[in-house]
């Protein structure tokens, strides 16, 4: 979700609005392993959200890294 809200944010910079929309149920849990499916708007193409990072520019990666990181070091550390 962190990786669409940085890409929507870069796109809404050049004038789209929700560019990038996540094709999931919200209602059922998402799968931690596998690349979920975006639909890029502009494009009218299906992505992943692994290809919409490597589309973010330096700053933005290193942001959601750093909340990824952050997120699954307090999750293993809540486990002990």
């Known amino acids: ?5 940085f890409a929507n944010s870069e796109a809404q910079a050049s004038g789209f609005t929700f560019r990038y929309q996540l ?15 975006v639909w890029d708007s502009v ?19 290193y942001w959601v890294n750093y909340q990824w990181t952050r997120i699954y070091a307090s999750r293993c550390f809540s486990q002990n």
């Open 1 to 5: 979700m962190l990786v669409l809200r």
């Open 23 to 37: 094709h999931a149920n919200i209602h059922e849990a998402l799968d931690p392993e596998s690349d979920l499916a």
């Open 43 to 61: 494009g009218e193409t299906w992505m992943t959200v692994s290809d919409i990072l490597m589309t973010l520019d330096e700053e933005a990666q």
